[in-house]
């Protein structure tokens, strides 16, 4: 039972560069979310997905783009990393809009 | 906006008390309330959902009460173990489709 993973585990990356952070579950859950945190900010929601082909943004939208092709997979991108978006990012699934959610490990992005 | 804050934001205690952790949100329209646990680089685990129509949930030695028109949860811990040391975080879903508001979190450590 593999539940939800995150690679990379630690990326480094330099200003400008695009980088693209995975999430996979296997649970088949139709909601799939995107946090990151960050000390005085606490965790805030980026993106959101409510099922395959439909997202939409959240609190912190900016500078990054998701896509979710597959129901399982949900990778979120930053077009043009900068110094701001060092930080912790957490993937996490729910079965639907109001259950329980699951996190992922997280995936430490340090922007130099 | 819905605010949460959890209050203490650091607490230290001996083995074998029992804690409460407080949270409060500032809109009562919520779906539900979750409580989380992260230990230091790590994931968010879940411990507890409360849906909006639930006054508790229990699991194991810890037992979650929600009171929403007053915009209030706790988080009862019973005779704590140092194993219990981790950050304990709050977070409230409004707005529909499962998006988590979370507080800043209270840091425990349980000392033998």
């Not at chain 2, 704590?80 to 040391?85: E, K, L, T, Y």
């Amino acid at each position: 039972d593999a539940g939800i993973t995150q690679s990379p585990r630690y990326k480094i990356t330099e200003t400008g560069r695009q980088v693209t952070l995975m999430c996979h579950q296997t649970w088949s859950h139709s909601y799939m979310f995107w946090y990151r945190q960050d000390l005085g900010h606490g965790l805030r929601l980026i993106y959101y997905s409510a099922a395959a082909d439909i997202t939409d943004k959240g609190e912190v939208p900016d500078g990054y783009v998701v896509s979710r092709s597959k129901t399982e997979n949900f990778p979120l991108t930053l077009e043009s990393a900068t110094r701001s978006q060092t930080s912790v990012y957490f993937c996490a699934s729910s079965t639907s809009g109001n259950t329980e959610a699951f996190f992922g490990q997280g995936t430490r992005l340090t922007v130099v | 906006k819905q605010e949460v804050t959890q209050i203490p934001a650091a607490l230290s205690v001996p083995e074998g008390e029992n804690l409460v952790l407080n949270c409060s949100f500032t809109d009562s329209a919520i779906y539900n309330l979750q409580w989380f646990r992260q230990d230091p680089g790590k994931g968010l685990t879940s411990l507890l959902l409360i849906q909006s129509s639930q006054r508790e949930q229990t699991s194991g030695r810890l037992n979650a009460s929600l009171d929403k028109s007053s915009g209030r949860s706790t988080l009862y811990i019973a005779a704590s173990q140092p194993g219990d040391s981790a950050t304990y975080l709050c977070a409230v879903t409004s707005g529909g489709y499962n998006k988590l508001i979370f507080g800043a979190g209270t840091r425990l450590a349980v000392h033998p």
